[in-house]
């Protein structure tokens, strides 16, 4: 069973913001929401993770609804090298790292 | 710091052949895990290991084996290789099993069986 549902792609303008959502309604207090992303075939690379409150690093921001049912993974300014498959996990202490289909983003000049 | 690697990087087997994926890391990590992907599909997790000289099954394990004899090295083997083994292969390993701790890639072993 899945624990996250993400669109299976989008589109975004270079230069503006991307914007990816993710459902985890079934999410466990005790579990973390993660993010990867693949470009091209290469192996992923961690993105940025959070329990409950909004996390930002220099990659990108991560929103966590109130219930924590759901989340948004912002990229404040994307660029073509911002194209890529864009994986939400939703993991707990002595779990696996179960990637699913992810939503494969590009970026269009 | 090299990060992890993987040889080869890229393979051709006949059906029934034999063959071994090496995966190395230079972090000190204690957990490795080797994941396949198919076109168009995320990761699935064949194998992994929480230390040296330990080793777990994942969520498809059928036809693999893997060794950890040295803490820096995680070994795949497919012992009699099938079509259906055609995929991407990629090794990860991470300082250990928290919460908080997020996997590092190597850039994948892409095999074909024919």
């Known amino acids: 069973d899945a624990k996250t549902t993400q669109p299976p792609s989008m589109d975004c303008a270079e230069g503006r913001a991307a914007n990816l959502p993710c459902n985890h309604s079934?999410?466990?207090?005790?579990?973390?929401v993660y993010w990867y992303r693949q470009i091209h075939s290469q192996g992923p690379q961690y993105i940025i993770h959070g329990l409950k409150n909004n996390e930002t690093n220099e990659m990108a921001s991560l929103i966590i609804t109130e219930d924590r049912k759901s989340s948004t993974l912002i990229l404040p300014h994307a660029t073509l090298r911002d194209t890529a498959v864009y994986y939400c996990i939703v993991r707990a202490l002595g779990e696996d790292m179960r990637f699913g289909a992810g939503t494969r983003l590009t970026v269009k000049p | 710091n090299a990060g992890v690697t993987q040889t080869p990087k890229f393979r051709v087997l006949k059906t029934g052949q034999s063959m071994t994926l090496l995966c190395a890391q230079d972090m000190n990590h204690e957990y490795m895990y080797w994941y396949r992907q198919d076109p168009g599909m995320g990761l699935r997790l064949i194998h992994y290991?929480?230390?040296?000289?330990?080793?777990a099954k994942g969520e498809v394990p059928d036809g693999y084996n893997v060794s950890r004899l040295k803490k820096q090295n995680f070994l795949l083997g497919l012992e009699s290789a099938a079509p259906s083994q055609t995929s991407v292969y990629f090794c990860?390993?991470?300082?250990?099993?928290?919460?908080?701790?997020?996997?590092?890639f190597g850039p994948g072993t892409r095999l074909t069986v024919l």
């Open positions: 079934t999410i466990s207090g005790n579990e973390y």
């Open positions: 290991s929480v230390g040296e000289g330990t080793t």
């Open positions: 990860a390993s991470t300082p250990g099993q928290l919460t908080t701790d997020t996997q590092y």
